[in-house]
Nanobody, 125 residues
Framework: QVQLVESGGGLVQAGDSLRLPCAAS????????MGWFRQAPGKEREFVAA????????YYRDSVKGRFTITKENGKNMVHLQMNNLQPEDTAVYYC??????????????????WGQGTQVTVSS
């Protein structure tokens, strides 16, 4: 089992930036992919970004391409989501997650096995 802890959320204005760190502990050697999802009130949890751990290949949902960047800290079990030019539609609880199997659809929550508690990001217009 992998434990995940996110932080870095907050209230910002449109156009501002935030950086969300996620620290992983436990059976991190089994990590195939780490990702970020978000969930707005009344909506389903949606894919934001993911990184294949060994290769560093990254994937993004279309609406955040060019604004969000997922990175990892070499030597540490940490991943970050840098969010620039935030917009009100980015308002949601953001969750860090890990996939230890590697054969599911990276955009589906069911492909991931462990989740953090989430961190609130609110963007005012």
């Amino acid at each position: 089992q992998v434990q995940l802890v996110e932080s870095g959320g907050g209230l910002v204005q449109a156009g501002d930036s935030l950086r969300l760190p996620c620290a992983a502990s436990g059976r991190t050697f089994s990590t195939y992919r780490m990702g970020w999802f978000r969930q707005a009130p009344g909506k389903e949890r949606e894919f934001v970004a993911a990184m294949t751990w060994m290769s560093g290949t990254t994937y993004y949902r279309d609406s955040v391409k060019g604004r969000f960047t997922i990175t990892k800290e070499n030597g540490k079990n940490m991943v970050h989501l840098q969010m620039n030019n935030l917009q009100p539609e980015d308002t949601a609880v953001y969750y860090c997650t890990v996939d230890t199997r590697g054969f599911g659809d990276r955009t589906r929550p069911s492909s991931y096995s462990s989740w953090g508690q989430g961190t609130q990001v609110t963007v005012s217009s």
